[in-house]
């Protein structure tokens, strides 16, 4: 049976994932900005932090009985706390809703997304608790109306339209656990656009709110802010 653990050496953080196993690489790296992050870990020929990997790795640093004590789940929760933790989706926000594409080559607000192309590729997709998936589910749509911005409470975090695009159904509930575990209620960020307004394009964000004690996600960020930091992933059947 698979189970959660850390693996000394190049230090991991092993977690079961779907049909095999996720690593999380430490220690983090940063400080810097989204795309030299990103570089960093592509050079290491690491899989990046997206936000289905993001919400399983943090998990266990503040839940899991045997590892959040442990110096690799401390300085991540150090980093939130006192920093925050790049996810790598890109985040194009619409009068309609938000499209959420898992960010794999660390592109950020470098490049921009074309709506048009974006509704194309959801062509064929399906839904999940009334998001819109692609075939490979790296494109996601929450409509307006599916998401809200502020303060949550555990259950609502993980039901809220946005965190599902952006953590996915499962990772979702993942957050909505951490989220439970600082003294104060989860909020959420991100950009409401009107019908006269252009599109915004972002990156996301995790942060425990500047010492606030509450989980924040942010989907709101520029990327080029140099405080940021990362991990790089593994996936394999066994590590």
């Given at each position: 049976?698979?189970?959660?653990r850390?693996?000394?050496?190049?230090?991991?953080?092993?977690?079961?994932?779907?049909?095999?196993?996720?690593a999380?690489?430490?220690?983090?790296?940063?400080?810097?900005?989204?795309?030299?992050?990103?570089?960093?870990?592509?050079?290491?020929?690491?899989?990046?932090?997206?936000?289905?990997?993001?919400?399983?790795?943090?998990?266990?640093a503040?839940?899991?009985?045997?590892i959040k004590?442990?110096?690799?789940?401390?300085?991540?929760?150090?980093?939130?706390?006192?920093?925050?933790?790049?996810?790598?989706?890109r985040?194009?926000?619409?009068?309609?809703?938000?499209?959420?594409?898992?960010?794999?080559k660390?592109?950020?607000?470098?490049?921009?997304?074309?709506?048009?192309?974006?509704?194309?590729?959801?062509?064929?997709?399906?839904?999940?608790?009334?998001?819109i998936?692609?075939?490979?589910?790296?494109?996601?749509?929450?409509?307006?109306?599916?998401?809200?911005?502020?303060?949550?409470?555990?259950?609502?975090?993980?039901?809220?339209?946005?965190?599902?695009?952006?953590?996915?159904?499962?990772?979702?509930?993942?957050?909505?656990?951490?989220?439970?575990?600082?003294?104060?209620?989860?909020?959420?960020?991100?950009?409401?656009?009107?019908e006269?307004?252009?599109?915004?394009?972002?990156?996301?964000?995790?942060?425990?709110?500047?010492?606030?004690?509450?989980?924040?996600?942010?989907?709101?960020?520029?990327?080029?802010?140099?405080?940021?930091?990362?991990?790089?992933?593994?996936?394999?059947?066994?590590?």
């Open positions: 049976m698979k189970q959660t850390l693996i000394k050496g190049e230090t991991k953080l092993v977690m079961p994932y779907k049909n095999g196993e996720l999380s690489i430490y220690p983090l790296l940063g400080p810097n900005d989204y795309q030299v992050l990103g570089a960093e870990i592509i050079r290491r020929k690491q899989l990046m932090p997206t936000g289905d990997y993001t919400a399983f790795l943090i998990h266990p503040y839940c899991h009985q045997e004590n442990e110096p690799e789940s401390i300085e991540l929760k150090g980093k939130i706390k006192s920093n925050y933790l790049y996810v790598f989706n985040n194009l926000w619409t009068p309609k809703g938000v499209y959420v594409l898992m960010d794999e660390a592109v950020g607000i470098s490049q921009p997304l074309d709506e048009n192309k974006l509704e194309k590729m959801l062509k064929g997709g399906k839904e999940k608790n009334g998001i998936f692609n075939k490979d589910e790296r494109l996601r749509f929450a409509p307006k109306g599916s998401y809200r911005f502020g303060e949550h409470t555990s259950e609502s975090l993980s039901k809220d339209g946005f965190v599902i695009a952006s953590y996915n159904v499962d990772g979702a509930k993942k957050l909505g656990e951490v989220s439970g575990i600082f003294q104060n209620s989860p909020m959420t960020f991100g950009l409401k656009i009107s006269s307004q252009k599109v915004q394009q972002r990156v996301s964000v995790l942060s425990s709110y500047w010492n606030v004690l509450r989980l924040g996600l942010y989907g709101d960020g520029v990327g080029v802010d140099w405080s940021g930091f990362a991990f790089g992933v593994r996936r394999a059947k066994k590590f």
